[in-house]
């Protein structure tokens, strides 16, 4: 908590999450609930700052990765009939593998908005249909939430954002916020003094909506270079030195990994490229210069590369 003057008290935990005691996969669906036999009914788990980025990815899991994803962070907190309760529930529930993948969609959809938002992008309405049709799946939609689709979606990059933008915050702070909050609470220590920490009201999706909120205040949502997906960069924009425009961006699961396979397909793209401008008849610095290769000598390298290659084909 500061103040414009400074810091007040101390920072506040982000608090935990209760995983039930029993999480089980039956058919088509995630079984939970408490087991009387547990020495734990349930137990507080401390989820990572970008839990977001990896309960988005759950749009096309398998049965098994949702399983072990809510056995590690916890569960959606819907009840035996397969609905939200307007309580939270930590007592025991139903939850279909088709919930949960459309629930990571919602959120996967409102964090590319705010990508493209945040990089100045083009939105396409498929995206924006996408995150609006979705409403459905959490809470009573919000009239206004539909007013751009009584007319032709505009062409222009501006009032497009103003589509895309509004969504966004209707959907954050009807959907997530309201309907899954989280608020400041106290628990004592060992020694019995009072702390500060957010409480998870509805468990996960509390977390969820929290994370979804602060990685768009905070700018820190990219595209993933390598996979295409969206990525929440730690510690947000304001945090650390922000990509330059233009400059590639890698989720952790690409990785080093992912920008070497495309330093590779750039270099046989060039490759490819070279050889067809010396077939029409242009010179290896000339392809140089075109290609903005520092040195003719690479190539002159590629040429030959080429045409070795075009021999073991003919033989």
Same mark, same amino acid.
């Given at each position: ?13 982000? $608090?935990t999450? =209760? !995983?039930?005691? %029993?999480?089980?996969?039956? $058919?088509?669906?995630? !079984? +939970? ?9 349930t137990k ?7 839990l977001?980025q990896?309960?988005?990815?759950l749009?096309?899991a398998t =049965? ?7 056995? %590690?962070? $916890?569960?959606?907190?819907?009840d035996?009939?397969? /609905?939200?309760?307007?309580q ?7 939850? =279909?593998?088709e919930?949960?993948r ?9 964090l590319k908005?705010?990508?493209?938002l945040q ?9 924006i ?14 009239p206004?939430? +539909? ?11 501006e009032k497009r954002?103003?589509?895309a933008r509004r969504?966004l915050?209707?959907?954050?702070r009807f959907? +997530? ?5 989280s608020?400041?609470?106290f628990?004592?220590?060992t020694?019995g003094?009072m ?10 999706? /509390?977390?969820?909506g929290l994370?979804?909120?602060q ?9 993933c ?18 990509? @330059?425009?233009?400059?590639e961006r890698f989720?952790?699961?690409? $990785?080093r990994a ?10 046989k ?14 010179? =290896?610095?000339q392809?140089a210069?075109?290609?903005?290769v ?7 390298? +590629?040429l030959q590369?080429?045409?070795r290659?075009?021999? @073991?084909?003919?033989?």
């Amino acid at each position: 908590m500061n103040t414009p003057q400074g810091r007040l008290g101390n920072p506040i935990p982000p $608090g935990t999450v =209760p !995983i039930p005691s %029993r999480i089980e996969l039956e $058919g088509d669906a995630i !079984i +939970w609930g408490l087991d009387p036999w547990a020495k734990r009914q349930t137990k507080p788990k401390k989820p990572p700052d970008d839990l977001v980025q990896e309960f988005a990815r759950l749009a096309d899991a398998t =049965p098994g990765e949702i399983l072990d994803f809510a056995r %590690r962070y $916890g569960v959606l907190g819907m009840d035996e009939s397969q /609905s939200f309760p307007g309580q939270p529930n930590f007592f025991e529930g139903i939850e =279909p593998i088709e919930r949960w993948r459309t629930m990571a969609r919602e959120v996967s959809g409102l964090l590319k908005v705010a990508a493209s938002l945040q990089n100045n992008a083009l939105i396409d309405v498929d995206t924006i249909r996408a995150v609006s049709e979705n409403a459905l799946t959490l809470n009573a939609l919000q009239p206004g939430i +539909w007013f751009w689709m009584e007319k032709p979606f505009p062409p222009g990059k501006e009032k497009r954002a103003a589509i895309a933008r509004r969504i966004l915050d209707e959907r954050i702070r009807f959907d +997530w916020l309201r309907r899954f909050p989280s608020i400041l609470s106290f628990e004592r220590d060992t020694n019995g003094d009072m702390n500060l920490v957010v409480d998870h009201l509805f468990g996960l999706l /509390s977390l969820i909506g929290l994370q979804v909120m602060q990685a768009v205040a905070r700018k820190s949502v990219y595209f993933c270079s390598s996979c295409k997906l969206p990525f929440v960069r730690h510690g947000g924009s304001k945090m650390e030195r922000r990509p @330059k425009t233009g400059m590639e961006r890698f989720c952790e699961q690409c $990785g080093r990994a992912g920008a070497l396979r495309l330093a590779d397909e750039r270099r046989k793209e060039k490759i490819r490229t070279a050889n067809e401008l010396h077939e029409k008849g242009n010179s =290896p610095k000339q392809i140089a210069v075109a290609l903005g290769v520092r040195s003719t000598a690479t190539v002159t390298a +590629w040429l030959q590369r080429g045409r070795r290659n075009a021999k @073991k084909k003919t033989r």
